[in-house]
């Protein structure tokens, strides 16, 4: 199974792809003797009045799957009038500030860390220039290249004084589960003597048939106006395969929009290029790239982030399967079957094949079997835990936000 990229993960990239400047572009296996450490910041702070945060680790080999935290330092954001906002440890790594605050406009901030062992880090100014908003995300059907229908949903927003141009994006996802094979009924094992035997009641929990999954994106997704002549964007921040099961039944997404400045839009564009591992053997590589945030205590410590002060906007939309086909749906996440398992006494002449199943936990009733057959001679048809069960992959607590 492919490991989730981090923003951890793709910085450790960004780094080894430095040290491939001028690695020939012939085949060959990339063997990571060496290992530089390095402090990666990750810090956003927007114009939304909100907790802002700051997250810090340590730079990772390739091979690994985990984040080291950078624990225990000390965070300051000031802003050009010195202003200082304080931030605290909420969780390993993760700085979240004492107070909401807002970045404001045309105002310069100045991100400042110190480390557990006295290491001191600090940013250059940075400041929002423009504050573009979100118009609408909208959703169409549309054919790929490949001949298959997919759902595209578009950002789209406009700038009339042209001065944003730099656009990032992130979204989060939710969609709603419905387990195909879910009933009312249950079967429980009864203790009886000498053998275990199965009775049908109604459920007592019936929440277990409807589910919610919510996602967060995880890759670098921009785009730019700056070859436009207006400052309008109409952009593809999501795209769906039609047969794809999060869109079986009622799909949202929430679209958040941050306005980069140039220097923000150009560090995450080349980060961007180094996690494309393609691109790490490409005949123009462009080495180590700085951030904006350097050492002041050691000038060999290597640091890796960007401090970025945006604004940002965000807006949802929600659509359902039927609003485009009348008929049909994607295949349920899990390939769901039926199982009748019969009473006979099994070996240890303690219980039977049905009791077995039932007690396995990995199956649930779903009807009466009316028609025994060979394949089918039990009693009653089972249906897997997953298929009766949404909860096998959500959560059956409807989102606050959740509109039908």
Not at 13 to 21: D, E, F, G
Not at 57 to 79: G, H, Q, R, Y
Request: hydrophobic share 35%; charged share 20%.
């Amino acid at each position: 199974m492919l490991k989730k990229p981090t923003y951890n993960h793709y910085l450790s990239i960004a780094l080894l792809a430095s040290l491939l400047l001028y690695a020939c572009t012939e085949p060959f296996e990339i063997e990571q003797n060496e290992f530089e450490n390095a402090i990666v910041v990750e810090a956003t702070i927007t114009n939304e009045v909100k907790f802002q945060e700051v997250k810090i680790s340590n730079s990772t080999l390739l091979s690994d799957d985990f984040i080291t935290p950078e624990t225990n330092a000390i965070v300051l954001i000031k802003d050009e009038n010195q202003n200082t906002y304080e931030f605290s440890e909420s969780s390993p790594g993760l700085y979240t500030s004492s107070l909401k605050f807002s970045a404001q406009f045309d105002m310069n901030y100045q991100l400042f860390i110190t480390t557990s062992t006295g290491d001191e880090y600090e940013s250059k100014l940075a400041k929002t220039t423009s504050q573009s908003t979100i118009d609408e995300v909208s959703v169409k059907l549309n054919t790929n290249s490949n001949g298959s229908d997919e759902f595209r949903l578009f950002v789209n927003s406009f700038d009339a004084s042209g001065e944003s141009r730099y656009y990032r994006y992130t979204y989060e996802e939710t969609y709603k589960i419905v387990a195909p094979n879910w009933d009312s009924l249950q079967a429980v094992v009864l203790p009886t003597e000498p053998i275990k035997t199965i009775d049908i009641v109604l459920k007592t929990d019936f929440d277990t048939e409807v589910c919610y999954q919510t996602k967060k994106s995880n890759a670098i997704i921009q785009t730019s106006t700056k070859d436009l002549i207006e400052d309008r964007v109409q952009f593809a921040v999501r795209k769906i395969l039609a047969d794809d099961f999060i869109i079986s039944e009622r799909y949202s997404i929430l679209v958040k929009q941050y306005v980069q400045s140039y220097e923000a839009y150009t560090y995450f564009s080349i980060l961007n290029k180094f996690t494309n591992s393609s691109s790490l053997l490409s005949q123009s590589q462009p080495g180590f790239f700085n951030g904006n945030i350097y050492s002041t205590s050691n000038k060999n410590n290597t640091v890796i982030g960007f401090f970025e002060v945006a604004s940002a906007t965000s807006k949802r939309v929600f659509f359902n399967y039927r609003d485009f086909f009348a008929t049909g749906r994607p295949r349920y996440i899990e390939k769901c079957g039926f199982f009748a398992p019969t009473n006979d006494i099994n070996e240890q002449r303690t219980s039977t094949e049905l009791v077995d199943a039932i007690e396995s936990n990995g199956w649930l009733f779903f009807a009466n079997n009316d028609n025994p057959t060979d394949i089918l001679p039990g009693p009653y048809i089972l249906t897997q835990k997953e298929c009766g069960d949404c909860t096998a992959f959500g959560t059956n607590i409807k989102p606050s936000f959740w509109l039908e």
